[in-house]
């Protein structure tokens, strides 16, 4: 039983689902400078955007993650920040218009994988990065 598409056909009535565009982090390649360059494998999506709750403000507070934040509900397999290992996070693109921060589009990076159930779907905490025009 999949409990996040039941919920979604009543949650996409009132706060509908919207595209976006997932920039899985494929490592990155390594210029003739020596600088890295990071490297994305895109991935469209449809995505529920919620505002952040108190508690899951407080669990960003707790790993000192700061910046304006909302939640997601994704169907797919994302992976967020993982700062010991030096791992950068997926990111996550908007259009122009989805999101209210910017009217040009937006980047956020997944900050923190809040629920995970199996492969079925994930709620996630994005924070926003900044504008983005690709």
Known sequence: MNLRS???RYTSRVNPNVSATIKRSTGYTTSPSG????????LPV???????SNGDIQKLEALNIQ????????????EAMIRV?????????F???VMPEDDQGTRWIISAVLEVWGHEWRKCAITLQNSYTA
């Open 67 to 78: 910046g304006v934040h909302r939640v997601i509900y994704i169907s797919a397999e994302v």
């Open 35 to 42: 600088t890295r360059i990071p490297t994305y494998a895109d």
């Open 85 to 93: 290992d030096k791992k950068g996070g997926d990111q996550i693109v």
């Open 46 to 52: 449809r995505v529920q955007v919620q505002t952040a």
């Open 95 to 97: 259009e122009a218009g």
């Open 6 to 8: 039941i919920a979604n």
